[in-house]
């Protein structure tokens, strides 16, 4: 976005000709989802139309699509990328009773909306999710000029603020020629856009705001506190230098506004480590490889992010390993196991837990990537050694077991690893730790694999049933089969005896294959 100034709305922006007008929709198509209303007002000729219909195209991702005006259809209806778009003109409407009998304010939370002449409809657009732009010829430029005032509830307030700071980081880094391209984000509330400049450079805007305290549900804090998730976009960037400066291919950080939450980073590429058939399995053994020598360096705990701004890496202690393995308790058992297990029996599952923790936090710790899997490995094959291994989605990142990250990996949540890769990729790393130390524990760190595997796992199933029931996210529940499947394949292990009898007492349908 363009020029702002705090004059008769919360965002005042100067568009001094048609481009700025351009921007403008690309930069509110990149943040628009699916029950948003933009209510687009203002006196014939103020440029209502030609925004809506660059809107249009920026979300259809088509600069060719012809968007007519509805002005005599009243609505046009359009199925894009992102979703289904509604392009309503009022201005022939006379009561707002008409629109009940076109059916235009029915099921709007599943589509966007883009509305000129809104005041037509009276109260029957809804304010919670409803962006309004006034539109004026700007009197200092009335022949190019046009004045934008924006303004929206309560949700629309730091939507609006991403918006003009991400233009303004765009803009300065000098990326302001480049396309905006949504791209498809992953499970947590961070968004991510690729930019393309016309010599076909790119780069990645990451945007990543202050993450906001959820409920207190233990000890006076949230579960992101508890669980040690990053709380900022200060984690990313101190752990991308802390990788960059091993000689690891984390993105380099072209620029970045940490207040807002914003990166524009390096876009390493499409190319991964699966392919159709599943796994690469020589790209799997090359991440294994990369973990044992990340493992076998002394790392700090302390990290710069900026000049007198650190992060420091949070211990991956016992409150943090046990809240989440009660995600399985809390959301899987009762809305994918149908059971409701009384608080005796949750004691147990504590009691249990604890025993296999003393475990695990008697090893030293180390960097914990904590979603080391295929969704967050890129295959560089122009770069050498373990650089050849884009790291992603680091900003989690804690101090904890080195068995915890390889049992990501060789139990991807996101595609079927099997048992005999799984074997090979813990040889691998095995082979690769005895290199650097002959003493290294091979039996004690499978040990712990098994155990961390089915704290991950645990942990997983409860999140994939949670994005389901609370999120409305359905498309996770398609990688439970698999997620039990691993479950099973660890609790075989003899240190997991006591709490396989526990599932298998309790949540008997982890055992169900088919």
């Known amino acids: 976005m363009t020029e702002e100034a705090r004059k008769s709305g919360p965002h005042r922006l100067v568009l001094a000709d048609e481009a700025a007008t351009l921007r403008l929709a690309a930069d509110l198509a990149a943040i628009l989802k699916p029950g948003d209303i933009v209510a687009l007002s203002g006196q014939l000729g103020a440029g209502k139309s030609l925004l809506a219909r660059a809107i249009l195209r920026e979300l259809a991702d088509d600069p060719r699509l012809e968007a007519p005006s509805p002005t005599f259809t009243l609505v046009q209806s359009y199925e894009t990328p992102r979703g289904s778009v509604l392009h309503a003109d009022l201005y022939r409407v006379r009561s707002p009773e008409e629109l009940d009998d076109i059916g235009l304010t029915e099921d709007l939370d599943r589509v966007i909306l883009l509305v000129e002449w809104p005041d037509r409809a009276g109260t029957r657009l809804p304010g919670g999710r409803r962006l309004d732009i006034v539109l004026d010829v700007d009197p200092a430029n009335p022949e190019t000029g046009r004045i934008a005032d924006l303004s929206g509830g309560v949700l629309w307030r730091q939507r609006l603020s991403i918006a003009i700071a991400s233009r303004r980081l765009i803009d300065e ?42 409920p207190a549900i ?61 796994p690469i399995a020589e790209r799997y053994e090359a991440a294994a490889r990369l973990l044992a020598d990340l493992h076998r360096h002394t790392l700090p705990t302390i990290l710069p992010v900026a000049e007198g701004r650190d992060h420091v890496l949070p211990d991956y202690d016992r409150a943090a390993l046990a809240i989440e393995t009660e995600l399985i308790l809390e959301w899987y058992a009762p809305h994918i196991a149908g059971v409701t297990l009384p608080a005796v029996t949750q004691a147990e599952f504590a009691r249990i837990w604890n025993r296999l923790f003393d475990e695990i936090l008697e090893a030293p710790g180390t960097w914990t990537l904590r979603d080391f899997h295929s969704p967050n490995l890129i295959w560089l094959p122009a770069r050498e050694g373990h650089a050849k291994l884009g790291l992603i989605d680091f900003q989690d990142a804690v101090l904890g077991h080195p068995a915890y990250d390889l049992a990501s990996l060789g139990q991807d949540a ?47 199933a409860g999140i994939f049933a949670r994005l389901d029931k609370r999120d409305g996210k359905p498309a996770y529940l398609k990688h439970l089969p698999r997620i039990e499947a691993y479950l099973r394949r660890n609790l075989e292990h003899p240190a997991l005896a006591e709490l396989k009898d526990w599932y298998q007492a309790h949540l008997p349908k982890l055992f169900e294959v088919g």
């Not at 905006?180 to 856009?193: K, V």
């Not at 393309?196 to 990451?206: C, F, H």
């Not at 380099?252 to 159709?276: F, K, M, N, S, W």
């Not at 005895?434 to 796992?457: K, S, V």
């Open 414 to 460: 996101r595609i079927d690893v099997p048992a005999a890769l799984e074997l090979r990729l813990l040889a691998a790393y095995g082979q690769a730790r005895r290199a650097d130390d002959p003493d290294f524990d091979l039996a004690g760190f499978a040990r712990a694999y098994a155990i961390l595997g089915t704290q991950r796992n645990t942990k997983i």
């Open 173 to 214: 880094a000098g990326w302001d020629d480049a396309r905006r391209d949504f791209m498809q984000g992953d499970a947590s509330s961070r968004a991510y856009e690729r930019l393309t400049r016309p010599n076909g450079d790119s780069a990645v805007l990451m945007i990543s705001p202050p993450r906001p305290d959820g």
């Open 218 to 278: 233990r000890l006076g804090k949230p579960y992101s506190a508890i669980a040690h998730l990053a709380e900022n976009v200060d984690a990313f960037v101190a752990m991308d230098r802390g990788l960059h400066s091993l000689g690891y291919s984390a993105p380099a950080i072209y620029a970045q506004d940490l207040e807002t939450g914003l990166l524009l980073i390096e876009d390493l590429g499409h190319e991964g480590v699966i392919d159709g058939d599943g």
